[in-house]
């Protein structure tokens, strides 16, 4: 079973636009309201694919009703942890090409009671567990060592941990050698940034500089150019050869979903290229799916079958 954590969850609006025009009004051609946030998405796509996770977040306690009720219609389990702040928002707005414009609210920063109560719900969960995943932002004033904690809580739970965070609570956490980080090119060079390591000239690059500084595996995310995973002296590269038009919204999440299912599965890291050729195939495959989706947090498992024998995959070298 996969853990998954949502330190920042929100309730996801999306809207479905011709096309959008700056400073002028739009009529929405359709409009859906759910429980997102990025854990919660990987959460829901495991569901998707008929992987077995539960979902770990804090909600506000006016949303848990709500919250509790779009998950649960989507047969996602779920261990919500009531919170005195409110929920955030996150307004997606698509156009028919495909482009998604988002505005994302920052949230409330929770108490440290909130924390405590999340780390308890993941040690309490961790026996039925494999693997934990810690996906997206924070909301402002979260204490920089949280993920630290949840990584040396998952480290003495035996969990594999896959990490899609980024800058401080990034960097605190490599010293500690997580299985597998997942930040975007964007994110992995606020990250290294941070740790004082500079300009990364290249996303390569990126995930080399990851490795170095603690993490055992690295995968630096990059578009429609597709990721790029360094493990060890290995370095790939896995892509479409077509990037697909679509909602781009959710397709990280799913690709961490695809990295913690195959986690799952394997019961560690790949070892070798093959290995690792496979398991970035399914990222990719799954990651791909999830454009094709109106919304976040969904995948057709027929649209991955068909996509995963179209995954490029190259060897980079030094």
């Given at each position: 079973m996969i853990i998954t954590v949502t330190p920042?969850?929100?309730?996801?609006?999306?809207?479905?636009?011709?096309?959008?025009?700056?400073?002028?009004?739009?009529?929405?051609?359709?409009?859906?309201?759910?429980?997102?946030?990025?854990?919660?998405?990987?959460a829901a796509v495991l569901t998707s694919m008929r992987h077995r996770s539960v979902a770990v977040a804090p909600v506000g306690a006016t949303d848990v009703d709500l919250f509790a009720s779009d998950l649960g219609a989507r047969r996602v389990p779920h261990h919500l942890v009531p919170s005195p702040c409110p929920t955030r928002r996150s307004v997606a707005v698509v156009e028919a090409g495909g482009r998604a414009t988002l505005f994302n609210e920052p949230g409330v920063g929770q108490s440290q009671r909130v924390w405590d109560q999340v780390a308890h719900e993941v040690t309490a969960l961790a026996p039925q567990a494999s693997v934990l995943t810690v996906s997206g932002s924070f909301p402002p004033g979260t204490d920089p060592e949280l993920v630290r904690r949840l990584t040396r809580l998952a480290h003495e739970a035996g969990l594999r941990l896959v990490l899609d965070v980024?800058?401080?609570?990034?960097?605190?956490?490599?010293?500690?050698?997580?299985?597998?980080?997942?930040?975007?090119?964007?994110?992995?060079?606020?990250?290294?940034?941070?740790?004082?390591?500079?300009?990364?000239?290249?996303?390569?690059?990126?995930?080399?500089?990851?490795?170095?500084?603690?993490?055992?595996?690295?995968?630096?995310?990059?578009?429609?150019?597709?990721?790029?995973?360094?493990?060890?002296?290995?370095?790939?590269?896995?892509?479409?050869?077509?990037?697909?038009?679509?909602?781009?919204?959710?397709?990280?999440?799913?690709?961490?979903?695809?990295?913690?299912?195959?986690?799952?599965?394997?019961?560690d890291l790949p070892t070798g290229r093959e290995d690792w050729a496979a398991v970035l195939r399914r990222g990719v495959a799954w990651s791909a799916a999830a454009v094709l989706q109106p919304v976040a947090g969904a995948v057709d498992p027929a649209d991955v079958d068909r996509l995963l024998r179209t995954v490029e995959i190259e060897e980079i070298r030094p």
């Open positions: 920042n969850p929100a309730l996801d609006i999306t809207y479905a636009v011709p096309s959008v025009a700056l400073g002028e009004s739009h009529r929405v051609a359709s409009v859906s309201e759910r429980a997102g946030g990025k854990g919660l998405n990987v980024s800058g401080v609570h990034l960097s605190r956490a490599l010293a500690l050698r997580p299985d597998l980080v997942k930040p975007n090119r964007i994110e992995a060079a606020q990250t290294l940034t941070g740790l004082g390591r500079g300009e990364v000239p290249s996303v390569p690059g990126a995930a080399r500089a990851l490795v170095a500084a603690g993490a055992r595996a690295a995968i630096v995310s990059d578009g429609t150019n597709g990721l790029v995973l360094v493990h060890d002296d290995l370095a790939l590269r896995a892509y479409l050869p077509r990037s697909l038009s679509g909602n781009p919204t959710g397709a990280g999440d799913a690709l961490t979903a695809a990295l913690a299912a195959d986690l799952d599965g394997i019961g």
